[in-house]
Each structure stands twice: as C-alpha cells, then as structure tokens.
T-cell receptor, first 115, second 112 residues
Framework: AQSVTQLDSHVSVSEGTPVLLRCNYS??????LFWYVQHPNKGLQLLLK??????LVKGINGFEAEFKKSETSFHLTKPSAHMSDAAEYFC?????????????FGRGTSLIVHP | DTEVTQTPKHLVMGMTNKKSLKCEQH?????MYWYKQKAKKPPELMFV???????INESVPSRFSPECPNSSLLNLHLHALQPEDSALYLC???????????FGPGTRLTVT
C-alpha cells in the first residue's frame, strides 16, 4: 500500500522569498510522484512529475522537486514566490492496481503569499 | 488538444432530480476517472474506466452511475442525491491508464 504525508497544512511566505512544500511518501513499489496545484474553484494542474528518470525534476512556473529515495521525500521548491502562486498544492504517489495507475493524494498544503 | 472539458460548470439539483455530468477529452487517452472533492480536502477517487470498461468502483453509492459511451466521453448520472453529495466533481484522463493524469475544471454540484 502507498501513502503520502504533506507535513504542512499551510505555508505562508512573502512575495520574492523561497517556497518549500514538504512531502513524504510510502510505497511498496517504485512510485511515480507528482505535484499538482489547484487554484480556487479550478481543476488540478500538473506542476511536475517523477517517474524514475532524473531525481531533480523541473516543472512549470519555476517550481522544482527532488526525489530522495533514502529519505522517501519529494519536496517542492521555488526560489522566489509570486502572488499568483497562492493556491492549494497536492503531492501524489501513483502505483499500478488492476491495470491502471491509482493515485493517492496528500491532504494538501495551502500556500499563502503576502505582498 | 491537451484539454479535458466538463459540463456544466455549476449544477443545482433537488434530491428527487435526475441529472448528468459530462466529461470529454480528445487526447486519445484510454483511461478516464471520476473524483469527488469536498472543500479543503483532496480529491477522492470514485470510478476508473479503462478502454471503456469500468475497472474500479471505489464503493460508490448506486445513486451515482457512471457511463463511458466511447473512448472520448465519460458521463456521471445522478439520481436521488443527498445534500452531503454537494461537492466539486472532477474528471481526469490518462494515456493507457498511465500515472500522469490530466484534470478537467470540474462541476460544482449543489444538492438542495
């Protein structure tokens, strides 16, 4: 079985400062890992993905994440926050079940950006 | 076209009504998913269709009835819903059931 723990329910930063959203996972198999962003009343947008290639993954809008197997972590970072980054962020681990990949979502981290 | 579309955007229905949600994609994806998302919570998987066949039903009540008429279209038929079924309903698709999913914008459902 797999699980995802997003360690912070809320993260608050000032515009222009670095962002760190933390995610730890548990999986019996080699996982596929994702970060999605959801702006209010919108669907989920894929930020980046890890599927057993490079451990440092670059995504859209300046976000990146590093897969650390020894720490079972997949933390999301961005060097400089922008007001438009304020949203809900979900870390997802996905493994095969019944012929399809089934995602397990973290609880979400709300990113608040102050001017 | 890398888009998943959902209609309607908003739906208000009474507990005795019958309505349907629609999801469409033209990316050639062969797996499609329905999720339910309550406020401030992550999406919860409801159904998975793989090659137009229902492959996963996460113990969803029978008042929700999915249908996949073809590989591009996914419907969710609603009947005799309860107020607690009010939520954002998200559709997603993936290539051949692979791990990367593309989400639609969702339908905001309110049951009165």
């Amino acid at each position: 079985a797999q699980s995802v723990t997003q360690l912070d329910s809320h993260v608050s930063v000032s515009e222009g400062t670095p962002v760190l959203l933390r995610c730890n996972y548990s999986s019996s198999y080699s996982p596929s890992l994702f970060w999605y962003v959801q702006h209010p009343n919108k669907g989920l947008q894929l930020l980046l993905k890890y599927t057993s290639a490079a451990t440092l993954v670059k995504g859209i809008n300046g976000f990146e994440a590093e897969f650390k197997k020894s720490e079972t972590s997949f933390h999301l970072t961005k060097p400089s926050a922008h007001m438009s980054d304020a949203a809900e962020y979900f870390c997802v681990v996905s493994v095969v079940s019944g012929g399809s990949y089934i995602p397990t979502f973290g609880r979400g981290t709300s990113l608040i950006v102050h001017p | 076209d890398t888009e998943v579309t959902q209609t309607p955007k908003h739906l208000v229905m009474g507990m005795t009504n019958k309505k349907s949600l629609k999801c469409e994609q033209h990316m050639g994806h062969r797996a499609m998913y329905w999720y339910k998302q309550k406020a401030k919570k992550p999406p919860e998987l409801m159904f998975v269709y793989s090659y137009e066949k229902l492959s996963i039903n996460e113990s969803v009540p029978s008042r929700f009835s999915p249908e996949c008429p073809n590989s591009s279209l996914l419907n969710l038929h609603l009947h005799a819903l309860q107020p607690e079924d009010s939520a954002l309903y998200l559709c997603a698709s993936s290539l051949d059931g692979g791990p990367e999913q593309y989400f639609g914008p969702g339908t905001r459902l309110t049951v009165t």
